[in-house]
Every structure is written in C-alpha cells, then in structure tokens.
C-alpha cells in the first residue's frame, strides 16, 4: 500500500469527496474542514512540496484552484478565500504531498483573521533585498 494518503485517493485506495478532477489534478474536501468547503487540491503525481515540483504541474494547480474560487464564489456566495500552501516541516506541512488549501470565508464565518495574529519581524529590507534579487 502506498503510504502516501493523498496517493492513496488518486489510486482510489482511500475515499475522499472529490470536487474536481483532470488528468493532472484532483480536488477534494478536507475531512477536518475549517469552513464548509475547505478543499484540497493536489497534482496527481506525487511532489512533496514545492521544493520538489516543476512550474508545469503548479501552475495546473493553481488554475484549478482559480476555477474552483470562481465555482464556490458563485454555488456558495462565499464573499472572501484563504488559499493556503505549507511547504516543509518548518513550514508546518504535515502531509507530504503537495497540496492547496482553499478555505471559504464568510463575513460571519468564525476564523480567526489569522495573518494579523503573526507578529512582524524586524529587517534590514535593502540587505533582504541584495540577497534574494536575481543577479
Ligand atoms: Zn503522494
């Protein structure tokens, strides 16, 4: 059996709600949601992260998640989306099969707006800056 739960719902193995599915990509509703609609969507081929991933396999993620924020925004009325993508264990990914998250938001919903809960950092952005930009 493989032991990659995510592979295990392309194969079928494992059941899962499926929303969407291509020949590249699958969608389907988180089973712990934060919303109703919380879905994941994740490339068929198994990448671990972005780390691990080729751009041609992201961006059909990322259209995917694109149609199906249009889709819910017009089934659901939902008013607000958080797309959220964890990469690493640093980067707090628990499943090891790269994944989006796309988590409805209401105007009432009970999330906490949680990017205002992070405190900032302080840096020297000029220095960031010098060392991230392409030479
Ligand atoms: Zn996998």
Known sequence: ?????????????????????????????????????????????????????????????????????????????MSGVDILNLNGSDGQQTVYHFHMHIIPRTKDDHLVPWIETIPRVKVDLRSVQTRLKED
């Open 1 to 77: 059996m493989d032991p990659c739960v995510f592979c295990r719902i392309v194969q079928r193995v494992e059941p899962a709600f499926t929303v969407y599915e291509d020949k590249h990509v699958m969608a389907f509703l988180d089973n712990n949601p934060f919303s109703v609609g919380h879905t994941l969507v994740i490339p068929k081929r198994h990448f671990i992260n972005m780390f691990d991933m080729d751009e041609d396999t992201l961006c059909e993620v990322i259209a995917v998640v694109h149609t199906l924020v249009k889709r819910y925004e017009k089934k659901m009325g």
